[in-house]
């Protein structure tokens, strides 16, 4: 990429997060990350350009030196930092701001830095790889596979709902969505076929911000502010239809539609399963989540384990290092804000705002594992649940395209036995640290989920008798899961 050169007629508007803004480059697998502000922030210039440098350097180097490390190097792509002329920057600002889904237009784009993260287009095979050649590819958003075991939680039904499937609750409640998620990430962490199937099959009924599906590097599917689910569920399945029935045989007496999101149920959930070293399993979680719809029998007898090396798997041994859940967190946190009351120019040397080297994964791995009432116990408990909050907000991109014969793509993975064969890439994104700041209202927000979703469940028709329940979990077409073809 030529800074200097740089045209906004050749780059568009690809997706954007809380907290930054993605465009995509018209002919090369390329992507351009830039931050978001608030409008206030933004009026105000809240912050120096040297600062959003920092920031995006920070990002890189998180990525880079932790989470490249923890998560696998196949995983992870952390981009580099660059700079880009001012004037390049405020003309595509200019042109994306139509695309913008009203729901996400309180924050605007950084014009102000000019810088951005560069990053790989991964809804994209690489430049070499990707001419001609159809690419289909599956975002999803996980959220957090397990619940906690802390003796910290005081809440007994944090310990059998998930925070996914409370936090659903208060979502609906706020506005924030309007039709709940049935979706339970302990159901796709599961490594069990069919509670993944049913996970996935949820994410297509409701997608929200945890499913998206782009054909070509475009969006087809998902993250629309009012969706009809319905409809767009039809529309999915004709631009699919081509990648796995390319020579448009029909399986007699199943609807198009449900053969094709079979299909990429099935695949996707190979992707999410497939492994540097096949067969070899991690011990299997025993987590189930109680307003999971899946027949808890029926998961506890199937609850099979992940692969080791799996995507799933990485992800949930960097979230599972938040071992003391907020509740034990917050204490902590306040011990560290004391000491640094009272020794402000520590902060630098506990790494509270990075640098992200490998001297912060050094402190992670190196934490004591009782406490023995000091900071660094502390300070290293706060680093180890702020790394566990990135990998809980990651979103995972499953690229894939039809391959012929025995020709190979890399970076490989293979999606065996299926017909028409894939193979693609498996990646993570969004690892950005979450701000050591944001410990305080990560423990308000625990407590309004879940007394949300204690007076949701009281108040939604008095506590549903076990027939009741069993009637609403019977009403799920579960075909899909358990009459496989
Ligand atoms: O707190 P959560 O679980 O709602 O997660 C937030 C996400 O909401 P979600 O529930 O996934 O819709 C939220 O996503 P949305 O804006 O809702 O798409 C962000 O990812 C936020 O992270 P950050 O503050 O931008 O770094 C996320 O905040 P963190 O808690 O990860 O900091
Ligand atoms: N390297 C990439 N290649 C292709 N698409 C990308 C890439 N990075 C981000 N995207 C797209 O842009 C969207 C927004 O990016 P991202 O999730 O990083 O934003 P964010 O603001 O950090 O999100 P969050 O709300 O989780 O904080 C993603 O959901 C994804 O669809």
Known sequence: MEVEKMDENDWKYHGEGNKSIVVSHAQHSQV?????HSVE?????????????????NIVDFGKHVMRSLLGDNFVHHGKAVKLPLDFVNQLSLKIEPERPESRTDKVMDTLSG??????????LPDH?????????????????FLPWSRHVTKDVKLKVCRFCMHQHLKISS??????????????????KQRMFLAIKHLLEESQNNLKIFKNGELIFGCKDDANQKRDLNELAQH???????????????????????????????????????????????DHCHTSSLLQDCCRKANSGLPK??????????????????????????????????????????????????????????????????????????HQYRVAMAAKDCSIMVTLAPCEGDEILRPAVEIQPSKPRFRGSVSILDLDPKPYESIPHQYTLDLQIVSNYI???????????????????????????????
């Not at 351009?32 to 978001?36: A, E, N, P, T, V």
């Not at 810088?115 to 994209?124: K, M, V």
């Not at 590819?137 to 596979?145: L, N």
């Open 309 to 382: 090396d799996c995507v799933l798997s990485k992800i949930l041994q960097v979230q599972l290092l938040d071992d003391l859940d907020i509740e034990g967190i917050y204490p902590l946190y306040k011990r560290v804000e004391r000491h640094l009351a009272e020794y402000p120019e520590e902060r630098s040397t506990m790494q509270v705002d990075g640098p992200y080297n490998e001297s912060f994964l050094e402190r992670l791995r190196c934490c004591p594992s009782n406490d023995n009432g000091s900071v660094e116990y502390a300070v290293g408990k706060v």
């Open 41 to 57: 922030d933004h009026k105000h210039r809240c912050q120096t350009p040297e600062q959003t440098q920092q920031h995006i350097q």
């Open 175 to 192: 506005g924030k969505w309007k039709r709940r998620s049935q979706y339970c990430p302990l159901d796709l962490f599961s490594g069990n």
């Open 129 to 145: 790889l990707g001419e001609h050649r159809p690419a289909l590819c599956i975002e999803i958003k996980p959220k957090c596979g």
């Open 115 to 124: 810088w951005a993260l560069c990053l790989p287009n991964l809804t994209q």
């Open 455 to 485: 007076q949701s469940v009281q108040s939604d028709s008095e506590p549903a008798s076990p027939n009741v329940r069993q009637r609403q979990l019977d009403r799920d077409d579960c075909t899909l899961v358990f009459h496989s073809a």
């Open 240 to 286: 699919l239809w081509p990648f796995f029935f390319p020579t448009g045989t029909l399986i007699h007496g199943c609807p198009r539609r449900k053969a094709v999101l079979h299909k990429l149920t099935q695949v996707v959930t190979m992707a999410l399963l497939s492994s540097g070293e096949p067969g070899n399993v991690t011990e299997p979680r025993r």
């Open 32 to 36: 351009l990350r830039f931050l978001k």
